[in-house]
């Protein structure tokens, strides 16, 4: 935790020194006072949902740690329900919610990691200050987040008039499918809110915290090509043409050389070609087999397509569709997008003002203002399922590193900071009139 956040909690904690700071009201003081006095509270609890392995497609794990933080929202007054995505070979969401007069603030994290069961990265293991376990980070320190702010609210009695929903889902690593199915809840939700903050973990570089306005989508595609076979003497003729792999080649290529533009990838992450050539069913595990002296019948490529905004990624679809179309002789290729992928969340004024309103209470916390972070350095994450429908704020997580892989790690001291500011956040928007 920076010096400043450390000064203002020691203040807090002494009582008198509540007067140096006299933006915050008396009940946002509570929360603050509130998050610092449960700290080891909220740790014991990462510790419990760390140790309780959620990766996506172990399924009871899942509804495991949806059982455990059940009873955490009831007792504080929350309707809990559980949406079951068997229908999409998922576990499901967790959707809890406190109906008070104010304006409707939905906080959005997952249950999931993308650790299965089989990982040999299994428990939560604190050194100081530093947790390291798997989720740690992404998403369970951002639930807990949620709940030590949400107790800070009701030990202040904000909560009693607000409005908050918390969707918490149980595929966001690795979507179920349909996405008709498998998002419809959340961006039900979406519609019906009128803020939304997303707890994937927060940015930070050089000490200094970021805030997060816009995501960019992930969309993944596969590309197939054919070609006719024959001996490879024969290649680059009338007859045989140029063959799968030449024209695989080729549209990667143009990709490559014709697709730049500021916020856009399109990454090739597997691809083989031959005689023939397959992609197994789950889309990650390629075969070939060949000779050099035969020209390829078949190829193939999966990657990924990442953009900031809706119009950029209709632009580049149209853009590889065209590229794809202008096939060398005697070959043929399609290009297929999936229907699994994330949409943007792409940098709004609403966005943008909701940052505004999170820099008034860093003001008045005592800690520095937030710019906004790099999009084309984050990934992307549910809020960009709501983010076209309500103004969206994310990364409202805990800070860490290593996120989705072994030795993925947080910083303890920073969920006091971020459960303050999530805790005056949330009570300012939904009491706002």
């Not at 959707?95 to 299994?122: K, Y």
């Not at 997060?212 to 989508?217: D, E």
């Not at 990924?304 to 679809?317: G, I, N, S, V």
Request: proline letters at 5%.
């Amino acid at each position: 935790m920076r010096l400043t956040a450390l000064l203002f909690c020691a203040a807090l904690l002494a009582g008198p020194a509540l007067a140096q700071t006299p933006a915050l009201a008396p009940a946002e003081q509570t929360m603050a006072r509130t998050v610092v006095a449960e700290h080891d509270r909220h740790i014991a609890l990462l510790e419990r949902l760390v140790n309780q392995n959620s990766g996506t497609l172990n399924l009871p794990g899942v509804r495991a740690v949806a059982d455990m933080l059940r009873p955490e929202f009831e007792a504080l007054g929350f309707d809990v329900r559980w949406i079951d995505m068997a229908e999409t070979g998922r576990a499901g969401h967790l959707v809890a919610t406190h109906a008070g007069p104010g304006r409707n603030v939905l906080l959005i994290g997952h249950l999931d990691t993308v650790f299965e069961a089989d990982s040999p990265f299994q428990t939560f293991v604190r050194d100081g200050d530093t947790a390291v376990g798997p989720g740690v980070g992404d998403d369970k320190g951002g639930v807990v987040v949620i709940l030590s702010a949400l107790r800070a609210m009701q030990a202040a009695g904000t909560l009693r008039d607000a409005s908050v929903t918390v969707f918490l889902t149980g595929d966001e690593e690795r979507t179920g499918a349909p996405l008709s199915v498998s998002r419809k809840d959340l961006i039900d939700a979406g519609k019906a809110a009128d803020f939304a903050l997303e707890f994937e973990g927060l940015a930070i570089e050089n000490g200094r915290d970021f805030g997060t306005v816009a995501r960019r989508s992930s969309t993944n595609w596969t590309l197939r090509t054919t070609g006719r076979t024959g001996h490879s003497s024969g290649v680059f003729n009338d007859a045989l043409g140029y063959g799968a792999i030449y024209e695989l080649a080729r549209i990667l290529d143009a990709f490559r050389r014709e697709l730049p533009e500021p916020n856009l990838t399109y990454n090739v992450g597997v691809l083989a070609g031959g005689t023939p050539a397959t992609l197994d069913a789950d889309g990650f595990r390629v075969a070939a087999s060949g000779k050099t002296n035969i020209v390829a019948e078949t190829a193939v490529a999966r990657g990924d397509l990442r953009a900031l905004t809706p119009e950029q990624e209709a632009r580049a679809r149209d853009r590889m569709q065209t590229i794809v179309a202008e096939h060398l002789p005697r070959t043929g290729a399609e290009l297929v997008f999936g229907d699994t992928g994330y949409p943007p969340m792409a940098p709004t004024e609403g966005n943008r003002d909701l940052l505004n309103r999170l820099n008034a209470v860093n003001r008045d916390l005592g800690l520095p203002e937030m710019a906004e972070f790099d999009p084309a350095r984050r990934g992307a994450a549910d809020s960009g399922f709501v983010a076209a429908d309500v103004p969206t704020l994310g990364g409202l997580g805990m800070a860490g590193s290593g996120a989705h892989a072994e030795g993925e790690s947080v910083d303890l001291n920073s969920l006091v900071r971020q459960a303050q500011r999530a805790a005056v956040l949330i009570s300012r928007l939904s009491l706002q009139p």
